[in-house]
């Protein structure tokens, strides 16, 4: 059996020549398609048969597209990222990376990404990572960001302090944290400032980190915080230290009450088991 990791494996799908007819049908198709997973890359050739019926035969695919998954491939990220080329529109408001990476030196170059999404999409709302494909992209250029999804081993202090910068940013979800990855980089500033933050849960991870990362955060707009991982001895310890700084820094937090809600909240996440404040 071939490595799964292979490039060999690799999905790229390739576009031949496209005559006016199949691309007034592909258009028509692809308008009615608000959602959509990108699971390969595209040939050079590809991009440039698309790019050459744009400008011959006029109009442009997916114009009604809300929310994007790409999957990146190991070791293939710029490759298969290219997939984005076609579905980077401006009613683009969600976008979702997973990638199965093996550490940060394994992180794939999201150039592209960084140079293109932000001009060709002003409009995203909505960011979901897995992997640590997250740590290279600029946060602060998205200045729409309202929610933003992390799902990797390690948080990266200048990526936290990027995601600050987002000042319309309401709701962050950071899952599986087990550390802060200082031993990259350090931090530049003696703590956060989220201006507009009122809903943070943090699912599963080190409780040590999420204390760490809180007492380095000032939220002042923060009203619900959810966190499924203050049971037992560290996490209680962790819950202490905690609730002086929130009661300092998060005003509007009831830190007195802690209470369950239901699988679904108001708000539209959709988790199970939470225990919030």
């Avoid at 698309?50 to 400008?55: L, M, P, Y």
């Avoid at 910068?165 to 530049?188: G, M, P």
Wanted: net charge positive; with cysteine.
């Amino acid at each position: 059996m071939r490595d799964q990791y292979n490039k060999e494996m690799l999905p790229i799908f390739n576009i031949e020549n496209i005559d006016e007819h199949k691309w007034r049908r592909f258009l028509a198709l692809s308008r009615k398609i608000s959602r959509i997973e990108i699971d390969c890359g595209l040939s050079r050739a590809s991009l440039g048969n698309i790019e050459f019926a744009k400008q011959t035969f006029n109009g442009e695919p997916f114009s009604q597209l809300q929310t994007v998954t790409l999957k990146i491939w190991y070791g293939y990220g710029d490759c298969s990222a290219s997939g984005l080329a076609i579905v980077t529109v401006p009613s683009l408001t969600s976008v979702y990376f997973w990638y199965e990476d093996r550490g940060p030196r394994d992180v794939p170059s999201l150039a592209w990404v960084n140079k293109n999404l932000p001009a060709a999409a002003p409009n995203i709302t909505q960011f979901g990572f897995r992997g640590w494909s997250y740590t290279e992209l600029d946060l602060s250029r998205y200045s729409a960001l309202k929610y933003i999804e992390v799902r990797a081993k390690y948080v990266r202090p200048h990526f936290w302090e990027a995601l600050a910068s987002c000042r319309l940013l309401t709701k962050v979800l950071l899952k599986d944290c087990r550390d802060i990855a200082e031993w990259i980089e350090e931090w530049r500033a003696d703590y956060v400032q989220f201006p507009a933050l009122c809903t943070f849960k943090i699912r599963g991870g080190n409780p040590r980190t999420t204390l760490k990362l809180m007492l380095r955060s000032r939220m002042p707009m923060l009203e619900r915080l959810v966190w499924d991982s203050w049971t037992g001895s560290g996490g209680q310890h962790a819950k202490n230290l905690m609730v002086p700084h929130l009661k300092t820094y998060s005003p509007r937090l009831n830190v007195d009450v802690l209470y369950a809600s239901s699988n679904v909240d108001d708000d539209g996440f959709t988790d199970s088991d939470e225990v919030c404040w």
